[in-house]
C-alpha cells in the first residue's frame, strides 16, 4: 500500500512575500500559510500588511505576520529584515509597480520611480535573504518577472526594463549560488486580474471598464486574464521541495500569449 504523502507540505519553513497584502503577493501568502508554512508578509503600508497577515491567519494554522517594507528603501528593508527572528527558508519579491509609456513619453522620474521598487527592491530583498541561505546551504528565491520581459508589449518601456532585469538577475544568482544549495526562478505572468488592473481602468477609462476588460482578456488567446491563485500554485510548486531539480529557469504563465497568437 503507497504511503500517504503530502504534496507541497511547507511545514517548517519560513517565507516572507513582499507586496503581499493585496493581489498575487497576498494569494500566495495564502496558499503558502494553507500548506502549514510560517508567512511573513511584507508591503508598503504597515496596516495593510497587518490586516493582511490577520485574515491569511484565519484561514490556516500557520504562524502570519505582517511587516511594514518599502522595498526601494536600503533602511526600511535591513529594518524589517532584523525584525525576523531566525532564518528565511523562502522568499518571493510580489513586490512591483507598473507603468504605461513609451520611450518618448517615458520621463527620468518614470524611470527611477520603476527601477526603484522593481529592480532595486528585488535585488536589495534577496540581499538581506541570501547571508542566512548561505550560512544554511539552503533556501529559495522566487521572483516576479513577466513577459514583458521577453516580448515587445507596446507603451511598457519603462515596465519593461524592469522585469528584464528581474529576470537577469534570477539568472545571475540561480548561478552563483548553486553550490550553497539554493535555488533561484523566475515567473513571468501574462495578464493577471488584480485589483491594480481595476484601479487602472476606473482612472482611465470611467464607465467603459467593462469594454476595456474584455480588451485586455482578449490579449491572451485563452481568453481571459489569470488570476492571483493560478500564479500562486505555481509559486507553491516552485518554492516546494517537490521542484528541488528546478533552478534558473523563467516561468511563463500566460494564457498561451507566446506560443498561440
Not at 524589517?80 to 513609451?102: E, Q, R, T, W, Y
Not at 520611450?103 to 527620468?108: E, F, M, N
Not at 489569470?226 to 509559486?235: D, K, R, V
Amino acid at each position: 500500500m503507497m504511503e500517504d504523502i503530502r504534496l507541497f507540505d511547507l511545514q517548517g519553513k519560513r517565507a516572507v512575500v513582499t507586496g503581499a497584502a493585496s493581489g498575487i503577493g497576498l494569494a500566495i501568502a495564502e496558499i503558502f500559510a494553507a500548506h502549514k508554512a510560517e508567512v511573513v508578509l511584507l508591503d508598503l503600508d504597515p496596516v495593510k500588511a497587518a490586516d493582511a497577515a490577520q485574515a491569511v491567519a484565519k484561514k490556516s494554522s500557520a504562524k502570519v505576520s505582517g511587516v511594514g517594507c518599502d522595498v526601494s528603501s536600503t533602511e526600511s528593508v535591513a529594518e524589517a529584515f532584523s525584525k525576523l527572528d531566525g532564518p528565511i527558508d523562502i522568499l518571493v519579491n510580489c513586490a512591483g509597480i507598473a507603468h504605461v509609456g513609451n520611450l518618448v513619453s517615458t520621463s527620468p522620474q518614470d524611470m527611477d520611480r520603476l527601477y526603484g521598487v522593481n529592480v532595486r527592491g528585488t535585488y536589495l530583498c534577496m540581499k538581506a535573504a541570501i547571508a542566512g541561505m548561505i550560512e544554511a546551504k539552503r533556501g529559495v528565491i522566487l521572483n516576479m518577472a513577466s513577459i514583458a520581459a521577453t516580448a515587445g508589449l507596446t507603451d511598457r518601456f519603462a515596465y519593461s526594463m524592469t522585469k528584464g532585469a528581474v529576470l537577469s538577475m534570477t539568472l545571475s544568482v540561480a548561478k552563483d549560488y548553486l553550490p550553497f544549495g539554493i535555488r533561484c526562478n523566475c515567473i513571468s505572468p501574462a495578464r493577471v486580474h488584480t485589483p491594480f488592473v481595476d484601479g487602472f481602468l476606473a482612472r482611465n477609462y470611467p464607465g467603459k471598464e467593462a469594454e476595456q476588460m474584455q480588451v485586455l482578456a482578449k490579449s491572451q488567446p485563452i481568453g481571459r486574464m489569470g488570476t492571483p491563485a493560478e500564479i500562486a500554485i505555481l509559486a507553491l510548486y516552485l518554492c516546494s521541495e517537490e521542484s528541488s531539480f528546478l533552478t534558473g529557469v523563467d516561468y511563463p504563465i500566460d494564457g498561451g500569449f507566446f506560443n498561440l497568437r
